[in-house]
């Protein structure tokens, strides 16, 4: 079974701390009285949510289960049948609470099924611009030495203006496999944030976020337009 439920949500609260019962690798198994749920979280264009908290509770309040999503947006749980269940999912400062719930019924053996739930944020960026000048070696995630000016470039400038809070936000092309790319451009953001910490910025004014192939400028249908698309930009979320 495979179903979808979606929710828009502007920002709310951001709760954080919590213990998981779900798994985000599937070493989970249904048994007789209990059905396993890969959740697949994602925004409203299907790029996967990672760190998203997902809680799971019976409309008796008799059970409640929560977890964490990775970074291809996957939360495993094991969730006894013949009850039905609300979700909320907490991320990006937001709660989303879906008003259809989930129905699990009793079958006969055991059983699985995808739950993909999708979210929208009403993002709000000032202003996003290319880190021109910042690029990587095929499946690469290293600061190369004739890129570190521009990274250090775009360090002033955030000292310049001390109240900036920025995304680095990674993208590849479509070549490969799409659960790599969103891997490899997660690394990626993390290296050029990561950088801009060890330089001396506050951790609190920058955040990482790989958004894979799933954000193309333009069709990834010549070598140019691939290009394009290979791209490092700062999304200023405050200034």
Known sequence: MNRIFSCIAFYAIFLVGFTSSAQTVNTLRSTEDSALVNFTITDIDSVPVEDAKLVITSTDKLITKEGVSDIYGHCYM???EGKTYTMVVYKFRTDFPFNQAL?????????????????KVIRDYSRIFNLDNV???????DIKPECVPHVENLYNTLVLNPKMVIEIAGHTDSDGDAHQNLVLSQNRADAVMNYLIMLGLDPKRVRAKGYGEYKPLVPNDNAPNKARNRR????VLDE
């Open 78 to 80: 094991l969730l006894p």
């Open 103 to 119: 129905v699990l019924p009793v079958e006969k053996g055991r059983y699985s099924m995808d739950q993909t739930i999708r979210v």
């Open 135 to 141: 690029y990587f070696d095929v499946n690469k995630w």
């Open 232 to 235: 490092t930009e700062v999304r």
